[in-house]
């Protein structure tokens, strides 16, 4: 997979949706200018094919499901990569920009947890997935001991304070070999690594 840093602002700021930020990143794609993840060449990356998927996002107080088409660059060595901007979450339907929302109204206490659950359409045991995942995000973000001592509206405000959080975006990738709220990696990149 290769990420495209885009979000060169900080989140507070960024007023597009998750689909209008793709459709963006898609438009100025340029996929012989791509670094191959797998054998770091440059240049070496054609379009291979495109596969659709669904993204959520939360825009203007409504619930909306966007169909995305997603490209697959493959590269001279073999491997195939799709190409996806910051706000869309590797393996999850829901952008970072929906899960970021529920998570600071979760932290800012103006709803029970049922109806926040409600408000979004999502389970409890998917908010305490996002609350969990975030904090150990956080952490490796972070480090230890500033998470500690910090509560975790704190930390949402940091983090949409951020600016460009594109630089973030692209370090933690770096550092962990997720995406920021990424759930879990690639099953077949983690028995090619391990």
């Known amino acids: 997979m290769i990420r495209k840093n885009l979000i060169n602002c900080n989140l507070i700021r960024e007023k597009r949706s998750s689909k209008s930020v793709f459709d963006a990143s898609v438009k100025e794609l340029h996929p012989e200018r791509e670094v191959c993840p797998v054998c770091r060449k440059k240049g070496d990356c054609r379009i291979h094919s495109y596969y659709r998927r669904y993204v959520i996002d939360f825009i203007g107080g409504t619930i909306c499901a966007k169909s995305i088409r997603v490209p697959r660059v493959k590269c001279s060595c073999g491997h195939t ?82 600016e460009p959080f594109s630089d973030l975006a692209h370090s933690f990738f770096r550092s962990t070999g997720r995406s920021f709220l990424q759930s879990h990696r690639n099953p077949a990149v983690s028995l090619r690594s391990g």
């Open 81 to 162: 990569h799709a190409i996806l901007p910051d706000p869309i979450i590797p393996y999850d339907s829901y952008s970072l920009f929906f899960i970021l929302r529920v998570i600071t109204e979760y932290c800012m206490r103006l709803r029970t947890v049922s109806a926040l659950c409600e408000r979004f359409s999502i389970t409890p045991s998917m908010l305490y997935r996002w609350l969990k995942l975030y904090s150990d995000h956080r952490r490796e973000w972070q480090g230890i001991l500033k998470t500690v001592s910090q509560p975790l509206l704190d930390s949402l405000k940091e983090l949409i304070r951020i």
